[in-house]
């Protein structure tokens, strides 16, 4: 059975990246580890995220990994953002697709019940989070399209960047985004497209999508994402995040499930948000 890859990745979510690390004299480089710098939604705590304002800035610094979220609108289209409910913390109205639109305003409705067109009349670019202090406006922005961050990819020759895709499937209330099978197809669909197989990996927590995107394009890799609640440790029957698999069958261990249908990483919420359990480190002072 094929060894889960041991990678070692970090969030861009700083201002600053420091490189060189001192290494004892004694200690050997290790082929088989990497060390993956991922922007994470395109760096938010530089540029809002998930804009392609964001992505050619973490282009720009030189990241391995573009870290981006998907969610497929009412028409079938791929676009780039986290949350699968437009939240007004981050996307602002501006004028209704056409004049009398009976689903305006947008702001508060699921991703999967607006289209494109109405997707795109949002300003998702002049809001800054107030948790992140060094996040940059970029005023006008629009929600884009996966096909454009691609193509944002692609311009700039980036062949040795990857691209570590979360199909955002709400496997515990289905109805708030689209049909699994319709983001499987569609977004293996716009990888082939773009051409970029050999860059792209796929993210989800739902565990499901990740074995049906092995069935419609094996030759993506895997990252089994998780937390402690998820998994339903001890709890009857299956979770509706891990694809029909009952953890206890697998003595609670989640490595031993994600092997079963091939994913390459196991990738788990640690802390705060989303029950990871990890405790806080203690302090001391001496």
Same mark, same amino acid.
């Given at each position: 059975?094929?060894?889960?890859?041991?990678?070692?990745?970090?969030?861009?979510?700083?201002?600053?990246?420091?490189? &060189?690390?001192?290494?004892?004299?004694?200690?050997?480089?290790?082929?088989?580890?990497?060390?993956?710098?991922?922007? @994470?939604?395109?760096?938010?705590? !530089?540029?809002?995220?998930?804009?392609?304002?964001?992505? +050619?800035?973490?282009?720009?610094?030189? %990241?391995?990994?573009?870290? !981006?979220?998907? =969610?497929?609108? *009412?028409?079938?289209?791929?676009?780039?953002? @986290?949350?699968?409910?437009?939240?007004?913390?981050?996307?602002?109205?501006?004028?209704?697709?056409?004049? $009398?639109?009976?689903?305006?305003?947008?702001?508060?409705?699921?991703?999967?019940?607006?289209?494109?067109?109405?997707?795109?009349?949002?300003?998702?670019?002049?809001?800054? !989070?107030?948790?992140?202090?060094?996040?940059?406006?970029?005023?006008?922005?629009?929600?884009?399209?996966?096909?454009?961050?691609?193509?944002?990819?692609?311009? /700039?020759?980036?062949?040795?960047?990857?691209?570590? %895709?979360?199909?955002? %499937?709400?496997? $515990?209330?289905?109805? *708030?985004?689209?049909?699994? *099978? =319709?983001?499987?197809?569609?977004?293996?669909?716009?990888?082939?497209?773009?051409?970029?197989?050999?860059?792209?990996?796929?993210?989800?927590?739902?565990?499901?999508?990740?074995?049906?995107?092995?069935?419609?394009?094996?030759?993506?890799?895997?990252?089994? !994402?998780?937390? /402690?609640?998820?998994?339903?440790? +001890?709890?009857?029957?299956?979770?509706?995040?891990?694809?029909?698999?009952?953890?206890?069958?697998? &003595? $609670?261990?989640?490595?031993?499930?994600?092997?079963?249908?091939?994913?390459?990483?196991?990738?788990?919420? @640690?802390?705060?948000? =989303?029950? $990871?359990?990890?405790?806080?480190?203690?302090?001391?002072?001496?």
């Amino acid at each position: 059975m094929r060894r889960v890859r041991r990678t070692a990745i970090a969030a861009l979510v700083a201002a600053t990246v420091t490189t &060189g690390l001192a290494m004892p004299a004694q200690a050997k480089p290790r082929p088989d580890r990497t060390f993956d710098v991922q922007a @994470h939604r395109g760096g938010l705590g !530089l540029r809002v995220e998930n804009t392609l304002a964001s992505f +050619g800035n973490a282009l720009q610094l030189g %990241v391995s990994t573009l870290e !981006l979220d998907v =969610q497929i609108t *009412e028409d079938g289209q791929a676009v780039v953002t @986290h949350d699968r409910k437009v939240t007004g913390t981050k996307c602002v109205d501006t004028t209704p697709v056409s004049p $009398g639109d009976p689903e305006f305003p947008y702001v508060g409705k699921y991703i999967n019940t607006l289209t494109l067109a109405q997707v795109r009349t949002l300003d998702c670019g002049s809001k800054t !989070l107030a948790d992140k202090p060094g996040q940059l406006a970029v005023p006008g922005a629009r929600m884009p399209l996966l096909r454009e961050v691609f193509a944002l990819v692609n311009r /700039y020759q980036a062949k040795d960047v990857k691209l570590n %895709v979360e199909t955002k %499937v709400e496997a $515990g209330a289905l109805s *708030e985004t689209a049909p699994r *099978e =319709q983001f499987v197809r569609v977004t293996a669909a716009e990888i082939r497209a773009a051409g970029l197989l050999r860059q792209v990996t796929i993210q989800s927590f739902d565990w499901g999508a990740l074995m049906r995107m092995r069935q419609v394009e094996p030759k993506l890799p895997l990252v089994a !994402l998780t937390n /402690y609640d998820f998994l339903q440790t +001890g709890q009857p029957g299956a979770s509706p995040w891990l694809g029909g698999l009952d953890i206890d069958d697998f &003595g $609670g261990d989640p490595i031993r499930a994600i092997r079963s249908f091939g994913a390459s990483a196991f990738s788990p919420v @640690h802390g705060s948000p =989303q029950n $990871g359990r990890l405790p806080t480190p203690a302090t001391s002072r001496t």
